[in-house]
T-cell receptor, first 116, second 113 residues
């Protein structure tokens, strides 16, 4: 079984709709991240959480919100989807502390989101 | 600002040959961590190799090795004996001590049979 799972894997929605992307992990990691990938831009950080009570904005958080329901679950919401949010979205996890294990991230399979 | 730059959007190599993908970064930190991730058509992000900046020895994982030049802030990936399954997008990433990763824009590698 995959250590980091994302649902749905693919989603097509319309402008203005609210949508939630979900991430679950069985790695026992404290830290979770949401990224979006766009062609030519690499991966950019949307939000991250170092524990259940800690939520932080990344470099492109506008138009997104997150919820850390439990250590193992981290959801990303688009309150009112717009076409330029069409992208590939990744959830990732890393261990606590400092050093290599805190910096090495493990990724889910990604969610392809299309906003029409 | 801490940045990671991949200057080669696309590369190609003949099967069984060796190819090197370039990555440079900019930081004032002395302690950081460098990674190469592979993204095949399945779109899964797969960790290929990691390097801790305080280690002088270059990391190696089977056919994959890095050339880490700390003074030049360079972290290139060498793939030896290229195989068709190596075809993918490759991302260089760096953790600059704040437990977040900064990614480069990627290099698409094509393997020519």
């Amino acid at each position: 079984d995959a250590d980091v799972t994302q649902t749905p894997r693919n989603r097509i929605t319309k402008t203005g709709k609210r949508i939630m992307l979900e991430c679950s992990q069985t790695k026992g990691h404290d830290r979770m991240y949401w990224y979006r990938q766009d062609p030519g831009l690499g991966l950019r950080l949307i939000y991250y959480s170092f524990d259940v009570k800690d939520i932080n904005k990344g470099e492109i958080s506008d138009g997104y919100s997150v919820s850390r329901q439990a250590q193992a679950k981290f959801s990303l919401s688009l309150e009112s989807a717009i076409p330029n949010q069409t992208a590939l979205y990744f959830c990732a996890t890393s261990d606590f502390g400092r050093g290599l294990r805190a910096n090495e991230q493990f990724f889910g399979p990604g969610t392809r989101l299309t906003v029409l | 600002a801490q940045t990671v730059t991949q200057s080669q959007p696309e590369m190609s190599v003949q099967e069984a040959e060796t190819v090197t993908l370039s990555c440079t970064y900019d930081t004032s930190e002395s302690d950081y961590y460098l990674f190469w991730y592979k993204q095949p058509p399945s779109r899964q992000m797969i960790l290929v190799i990691r390097q801790e900046a305080y280690k002088q020895q270059n990391a190696t994982e089977n056919r994959f090795s890095v050339n880490f030049q700390k003074a030049a802030k360079s972290f290139s990936l060498k793939i030896s004996d290229s195989q068709l399954g190596d075809a993918a997008m490759y991302f260089c990433a760096a953790g600059f001590g704040n437990e977040k990763l900064t990614f480069g824009t990627g290099t698409r590698l094509t393997i020519i049979p």
